[in-house]
């Protein structure tokens, strides 16, 4: 299957999720699902994708995401479409829909999530004035998604959808570089 008919189809299944979750009054409660599934499928992918093989039978796998809807306390609406995807063995669709879902909810609830690269874990006001800064910008609600990397020796990488802020110690080294190498 092609990835942009991959794309097409999870966009239908998170389309027909929203639209379920949103009759039944419960859209809030399946988008904290679909993000906590995102989190547990990106921890588990390679036990997830053993759902893929067509060698099981549907019971067996709809029985194994019973379990997994259990433990994690997944709604309804959500195991619903975990059941239909293996009904239809689609469930290596599974992470593409959750993606779908969510950025069709936080786009309807103007919600912004930003990735922003850091040497070191913020501090609570840091991230208070950080955020309070970015929501005047995109005028949107914004969820931080911090991640650690050490290569930025300093500063902060922000990241959302096609913006780019890069104000790490390593760019402003490479802009200094280039600067030098060009005055020779």
Request: aromatic residues 6%; charged residues 25%.
């Amino acid at each position: 299957m092609k990835n942009v008919s991959k794309l097409k189809n999870a966009i239908l299944y998170a389309d027909a999720m929203y639209e379920g979750a949103e009759q039944a009054g419960q859209l809030d409660r399946v988008y904290d699902d679909a993000c906590r599934l995102k989190s547990v499928l990106g921890e588990h992918e390679a036990e997830i994708s053993k759902l893929n093989n067509p060698l099981w039978n549907n019971e067996d796998k709809i029985a194994v995401l019973k379990i997994l809807a259990e433990k994690i306390g997944l709604h309804q609406v959500m195991f619903n479409t975990l059941q239909l995807l293996a009904q239809n063995r689609k469930l290596n669709l599974l992470l593409s829909i959750m993606d779908q879902f969510i950025l069709r909810y936080q786009q309807r609830h103007n919600i912004a999530q930003i990735d922003v690269l850091t040497v070191v874990p913020l501090t609570d006001r840091q991230d208070l004035l950080l955020k309070e800064k970015l929501q005047k910008i995109f005028q949107k609600e914004v969820i931080l998604n911090y991640v650690i990397d050490p290569q930025i020796i300093g500063g902060l990488v922000i990241k959302y959808g096609t913006n780019f802020i890069d104000n790490s110690i390593k760019h402003k080294l490479c802009a200094l570089e280039q600067l030098m190498k060009g005055a020779k």
